[in-house]
């Protein structure tokens, strides 16, 4: 109770700064709408459903772009960690690509794909798959390696020792690279969706600005957060919170 009251009073004084230089005046309202502005903006956006076509079109493309790079992160990773030659060589790279911008990839994808579904779905790809293919690659050099011999002791071998040893012991460094890879996923499909002008809220944040309509634009900017908000605290803090009750991190 005590942090939801820190929460409401937080938030509420941000509102109340936000209302109090909304009517200062110190821009005019159309570069910097009150708080009623963007609620009523936001409350137009879903009695038109123009909203809600938005967030499922994006969480739609999110979620295909975003499974697969966790499918293919975690098979890179392994392949990597498990061979001397890729990690001399493929390893570095991948250190090397990861600090390159997400919106460096849409070039590629305008030119490999044109505009098309397929192009957002690659720069989703290429923004999600380096963090957790090299989250993947730490986990597994990390492991202390006295898993391993006991599980092979124990009679596991080839999948069933990964499955039942290798990834379990694994898991806290993939799911923290599976929140960096949501988190750059995230910010990757908002700007190809920007630059394509596709349905989505990428698309819907493109359109406030060509019709100078800032209300909107701020709407659609606290859906985005909102949105990664609910999806890192309803799922990765729960993962994250259960990893270390079970490995005995934290109170169950």
Known sequence: MKKLAKQVIFYSVLLGIWALL????????????PPWGVGHALWDGFADHSFWIGIAVTMKR????????VVLGMILGLAV???KFLEETLGGLLVSLQSLPSICWIPLAVLWFGLTEKAILFVVLM???LSVT???EDGRKQMPKIYGMAGRNLGASGFRLFWSVLLPASLPFIVNGM???WAFAWRSLIQAEMIFLS???GQLLMMGRDLSDMSQVMAVMI???ILGYMVDGLIFRTMERRLQEKYGLAPS
């Open 22 to 33: 909304a009517k200062l005046r110190i821009w005019p309202p159309y570069l910097f709408p």
């Open 62 to 69: 999110m979620l295909i772009g975003y499974s697969l790079s």
């Open 81 to 83: 960690s498990s061979n």
């Open 127 to 129: 923004g999600s798959l």
């Open 134 to 136: 090299i989250a993947m």
């Open 179 to 181: 929140k960096q890879g």
């Open 199 to 201: 349905l989505g809220l």
């Open 223 to 225: 859906l985005i957060v």
